[in-house]
């Protein structure tokens, strides 16, 4: 089955300081992967759609400048948090859409990133 | 995004009882949604799917409902088992709006055994 691979799985940074977070579709190549954040006890957040080869299409009040989507190749995608602060902590998820599946829309989710900002 | 700032809602279950866990939605628009369950630390995964021209599947132990009179939705689990706990949620896509999907609140489960 398609595979999504999220890295790293937690991650610990400074304020001030920028993290890269990957997300990778292992086993098919995805035409389009999204970013969503999840605070403890809530729901997925949908940050941002991003299309191979494209500029990201953000979520009504995400900062583009601050969460930098960049999805390069049809198996990468990044999102980097640029100068993370205490509250930008938070378990970021992503998703990939394997256009060739017809079966739940194509959607597989990566395993999450634990971000801490301290 | 669609929900900001609401805590789980929780429901507890005897092991062997069904659980229903219910989901209610907005937009007239959504044609089609997924049930999802998360456990914790993890992404979400996959159980169930939808379509808005119907009003019932099923799956191996779990029954999803649809009315689009009322904008609900509704996760059916037979038997569940104490590997049910979890958090569900649903998700929809707005038609027509592209492949993005958004989740709902989300109902934490706990299995009693």
């Known amino acids: 089955g398609a595979v999504v691979s999220q890295h790293p799985s937690r991650v610990i940074c400074k304020s001030g300081t920028s993290v890269k977070i990957e997300c990778r579709s292992l086993?098919?190549?995805?035409?389009?992967m999204f970013w969503y954040r999840q605070f403890p006890k809530q729901s997925l957040m949908l940050m941002a759609t991003?299309?191979?080869?494209?500029?990201?299409?953000?979520e009504q009040g995400v900062e583009k400048d601050k969460f930098l989507i960049n999805h390069a190749s049809l198996t990468l995608s990044t999102l980097t948090v640029t100068s993370a602060h205490p509250e930008d902590s938070s378990f970021y998820i992503c998703?990939?859409?394997?256009?060739?599946?017809?079966?739940?829309?194509?959607?597989?989710f990566g395993s999450g990133t634990r971000l801490t900002v301290v | 995004g669609e929900n900001v700032g609401l805590h789980l809602p929780t429901l507890s279950v005897q092991e062997g009882d069904n659980s229903i866990i219910n989901c209610a939605y907005s937009?007239?628009?959504?044609?089609?949604f997924i049930w999802y369950k998360q456990e914790s630390g993890k992404g979400p995964q996959f159980i169930i799917d939808?379509?808005?021209?119907?009003d019932k599947r099923q799956g191996q132990r779990v029954t999803v409902l649809l009315n689009k009179t009322v904008k609900h939705l509704s996760l059916q689990i037979a038997a569940t088992q104490p590997g049910d706990s979890a958090v569900y949620f649903c998700?929809?896509?707005?038609?027509?709006?592209?492949?993005?999907?958004?989740f709902g609140t989300g109902t934490s489960l706990t299995v009693i055994p």
């Open positions: 939808i379509r808005s021209n119907m």
């Open positions: 998703s990939a859409r394997d256009a060739t599946r017809r079966n739940n829309y194509g959607y597989t």
């Open positions: 086993d098919f190549q995805a035409t389009t």
């Open positions: 991003s299309n191979e080869g494209s500029k990201a299409t953000y």
């Open positions: 998700a929809e896509n707005i038609k027509d709006t592209g492949n993005q999907f958004y």
């Open positions: 937009n007239s628009a959504s044609d089609y």
